[in-house]
């Protein structure tokens, strides 16, 4: 086996244990001695691509990957991939249909079809941002974050208000969140406005959830029997084929 194979093989090994591994775990992990792990994942260290913990001495990848899978996914254009699905969607339910992202601690809107019917207030727009926890969107871009990326965007466990049902019970919050994980889907029952209510699911690449796609309008038109018979599996049938899109534009 080549160096170079030897290494690919030390990525990805990493990648699957994100709390870091020593030199003997890689070392036996892999049936490679010592030395020859040690001088990888040296390389690997000098240039960024590992760090490791100067007290547990493990290894483990370092941002430089997030920073590259960010600039491929960025190399086209996640709108236009998408824009056929949004359209798809609004001409079905004749409501405001969303994209977002999380950038920054974030969520963020790239694209928005659809204005809101008379006499509802949304005030999102494309280069939008809020904090996410109010909203089906954000919920959903959170689902799968561990608990330190959480506490990250919210250091002191304080969640605004921002509707009369936004939840602000840190542990509440979080409980919300395993079961949007577990659905695959989540709700905004006038969490963010008054009157508003939205249906959101998660668009992923190589598994990890990108972005969530919405859907947002009127209690009086969202209702929940129309939520659990028509917008649920239409908002989660349409992530999964822009998720498959995303698979093929990368490959």
Same mark, same amino acid.
Not at 53 to 59: E, F, G, M, T, V
Not at 173 to 188: H, P
Not at 204 to 222: D, E, H, M, W, Y
């Given at each position: 086996?080549?160096?170079?194979?030897?290494?690919?093989?030390?990525? @990805?090994?990493?990648?699957?244990?994100?709390?870091?591994?020593?030199?003997?775990?890689?070392?036996?992990?892999?049936?490679?001695?010592?030395?020859?792990?040690? $001088?990888?994942?040296?390389?690997?260290?000098?240039?960024?691509?590992?760090?490791?913990?100067?007290?547990? $001495?493990?290894?483990?990848?370092?941002?430089?990957?997030?920073?590259?899978?960010?600039?491929?996914?960025?190399?086209?254009?996640?709108?236009?991939?998408?824009?056929? +699905?949004?359209?798809?969607?609004?001409?079905?339910?004749?409501?405001?249909?969303?994209?977002?992202?999380? *950038?920054?601690?974030?969520?963020?809107?790239?694209?928005?079809?659809?204005?809101?019917?008379?006499?509802?207030?949304?005030?999102?727009?494309?280069?939008?941002?809020?904090?996410?926890?109010?909203?089906?969107?954000?919920?959903?871009?959170?689902?799968?974050?561990?608990?330190?990326?959480?506490?990250?965007?919210?250091?002191?466990?304080?969640?605004?208000?921002?509707?009369?049902?936004?939840?602000?019970?840190?542990? @509440?919050?979080?409980?919300?969140?395993?079961?949007? *994980?577990?659905?695959?889907?989540?709700?905004? +029952?006038?969490?963010?406005? @008054?009157?508003?209510?939205?249906?959101?699911?998660?668009? *992923?690449?190589?598994?990890?959830?990108?972005?969530?796609?919405?859907?947002?309008?009127?209690?009086?038109?969202?209702?929940?029997?129309?939520?659990?018979?028509?917008?649920?599996?239409?908002?989660?049938?349409?992530? +999964?084929?822009?998720?498959?899109?995303?698979? +093929?534009?990368?490959?």
């Amino acid at each position: 086996m080549g160096t170079v194979d030897k290494g690919i093989e030390l990525i @990805e090994l990493l990648s699957e244990h994100s709390k870091g591994l020593t030199l003997k775990e890689m070392s036996s992990m892999l049936g490679l001695n010592k030395s020859t792990v040690h $001088r990888i994942a040296k390389t690997y260290l000098t240039h960024g691509y590992v760090a490791q913990d100067p007290d547990l $001495r493990k290894y483990c990848l370092s941002m430089k990957f997030l920073s590259i899978s960010s600039k491929i996914l960025g190399s086209f254009d996640l709108r236009e991939v998408a824009k056929k +699905d949004l359209v798809e969607i609004h001409e079905k339910t004749r409501e405001v249909t969303q994209l977002y992202v999380l *950038r920054d601690r974030k969520q963020v809107c790239i694209d928005k079809i659809g204005l809101p019917r008379q006499g509802l207030a949304i005030s999102s727009f494309v280069g939008w941002t809020t904090e996410p926890h109010a909203s089906a969107a954000g919920k959903v871009l959170l689902s799968e974050l561990d608990l330190e990326e959480i506490l990250a965007i919210y250091p002191n466990k304080g969640l605004k208000v921002y509707g009369k049902n936004t939840i602000t019970n840190f542990d @509440e919050f979080l409980k919300e969140l395993k079961c949007v *994980r577990a659905q695959g889907y989540a709700i905004d +029952d006038e969490e963010y406005y @008054e009157g508003v209510r939205c249906v959101a699911a998660p668009i *992923r690449a190589n598994g990890k959830i990108v972005a969530s796609v919405s859907v947002t309008g009127s209690i009086f038109r969202i209702t929940t029997k129309r939520i659990d018979q028509h917008l649920i599996p239409l908002i989660k049938g349409t992530a +999964d084929k822009i998720s498959k899109k995303l698979i +093929d534009v990368t490959l």
